[in-house]
Structures are given as C-alpha cells and as structure tokens.
C-alpha cells in the first residue's frame, strides 16, 4: 500500500530566502508525481507534474525533483514571497488511476 | 476554457437529509475522480469515473454514498441520509487520459447540522 509522507509538517521562512520540501512515497512503482499548492478554503491548485521518467520539473521560482529508486521528491521554491504561504501537497500516482496525497507542508513566509 | 467546476460551494445539510454535489469536468477531460478532505487530515480518494462507468469506487464508503457520471450532464456525488461524520471538502478532478496530471476543481464544503 502506497504511503506519503511529507516533511516538514509546517514550514516558517522570512521573505526572499530559497527553501526545500521533502515528499517521500513508499512504492516506487509510480507513474507519475504532482506537487499542489492549496491556500486556505480553496482547492487545489497544480504546480508541477513529473513523469516516473523524468528527473525534475522547473516553472518560474519553483524547481521539483524526483529520484523514483530513493522514493523521494523535493520541491524547491527560490527567494520566496508572502504569497507563496499556503499548504503545499505531494501525490503520486501508481498502478491505479488514484493519486495518494501525503497531508501537506504548511508554508509561512513572513514579510 | 473553464475549469472543472464544482457547484454548489458550499452545502448545509440536517442529519438524514439528501446531499448532491455536481462536478463538470474541464472540456475534453473523460476522467473524473472523487476526493474527500476531512479535517485535519490528507487528501483520500473516493471514486474514478468514465463517461456512465465506475471504474474504481474502493475508497468510497459502502452504504450511503454513490456517483454517477452519465453520458450528458455533471457528475454526481450523491450522499444519503447524511450524518456529522460527512461534513467535510469534497473535491472533483479530471484528466485527459491515464498518463496526464489531474485538474482540481474548487470544491463542496459539506456541513451536516
């Protein structure tokens, strides 16, 4: 059974600097790994997809990796911003079509 | 092109009452799926629907719940007799085909008085 798990659980940064957060997944047979970003009361909005092929993903400041064999992703956001704070979500995708979701790291960038 | 919309947003339901929440997928998407967030906690899948077939439903719960994509209109997530356990964010996605990234839609917040 595919488990997620994301750390840390909650994350407080002053504003500009660069920052990591870590996904780690139980099963490597995954197809494919998508990062999300959820502010509060609002659904979830997708940030970067990786195929099980691909090392890593870029989109403006954000830069995700994947390293299948380890089990493990990170997310790298560069000179971070207030408006980057909200819950930043890791799923993968196996065999099946469902995603598995680990519970999320709550970022804080302080002005 | 619109998104995957969810409606209604926000749904006050009495314990025993009927609950029904609509997804549309985004255009072109023939993959629907279900997803639960209840306080707290993560994320949990529901169901994975194609145009008027449940393909996977192992994460929905046995009694009360069911889904429904037919071959025209929104999919449906219909809860009956709703209880206080149920209050929770229910969110519809969709993707293109397997291989895509899902489309979140905005959610029903779903509270059972």
């Known amino acids: 059974k595919q488990e997620v798990t994301q750390i840390p659980a909650a994350l407080s940064v002053p504003e500009g600097e660069n920052l990591v957060l870590n996904c780690s997944f139980t099963d490597s047979a995954i197809y494919n790994l998508q990062w999300f970003r959820q502010d509060p009361g609002k659904g979830l909005t997708s940030l970067l997809l990786?195929?099980?092929?691909?090392r890593e993903q870029t989109s403006g400041r954000l830069n995700a990796s994947l390293d299948k064999s380890s089990g493990r992703s990170t997310l790298y956001i560069a000179a971070s911003q207030p408006g980057d704070s909200a819950t930043y979500l890791c799923?993968?995708?196996?065999?099946?079509?469902?995603?598995?979701f680990g519970k999320g790291t709550k970022l804080t960038v302080n002005p | 092109n619109a998104g995957v919309m969810q409606n209604p947003r926000h749904l006050v339901r009495r314990r025993g009452q009927e609950a029904r929440l609509r997804c549309s997928p985004m255009?072109?998407?023939?993959?629907v799926y279900w997803y639960r967030q209840l306080p707290e906690e993560g994320l949990k899948f529901m169901v994975y629907?194609?145009?008027?077939?449940?393909?996977?439903e192992s994460g929905m719960p046995k009694e009360r719940f069911s889904a429904e994509f037919p071959k025209e209109g929104p999919s449906i997530l219909r809860i009956q007799q709703v209880v206080r356990g149920d209050s929770a964010a229910y969110f519809c996605a969709s993707s293109p085909d397997r291989e895509d990234g899902y489309t979140f839609g905005s959610g029903t917040r779903l509270t059972v008085v």
């Open positions: 799923a993968v995708r196996g065999g099946s079509e469902k995603l598995v």
């Open positions: 255009k072109g998407h023939s993959h």
């Open positions: 629907l194609q145009k008027e077939n449940i393909i996977d």
């Open positions: 990786i195929q099980s092929s691909q």
